[in-house]
């Protein structure tokens, strides 16, 4: 699937989570653990305290087709 889906379904999931004050960290676990395309992970895992907005956007602008490398996996 598209990155952009991925993303959009990704954001929908999230939204019925309940992590409480620990829900930005669980997303971006959740991001990573969903992204099948090994560069594209270790983009987002090299940096420190990331938020999912800034790992969701690493992925937008790393170009370049992603289709079918991302999946959405169900915790």
Do not use: W
Not at 28 to 43: E, F, T, Y
Not at 49 to 65: F, L, Y
């Amino acid at each position: 699937m598209p990155y952009r889906e991925f993303i959009l379904q990704f954001n929908k999931q999230a939204s019925k989570c309940n992590y409480d004050d620990r829900l930005e960290e669980q997303l971006c676990d959740r991001l990573v653990a969903g992204i099948n395309n090994s560069s594209l992970k270790r983009k987002i895992l090299k940096k420190n305290d990331i938020t999912i907005t800034e790992a969701q956007k690493i992925g937008v602008d790393s170009g370049g087709p992603v289709s079918n490398e991302l999946r959405l996996r169900h915790y």
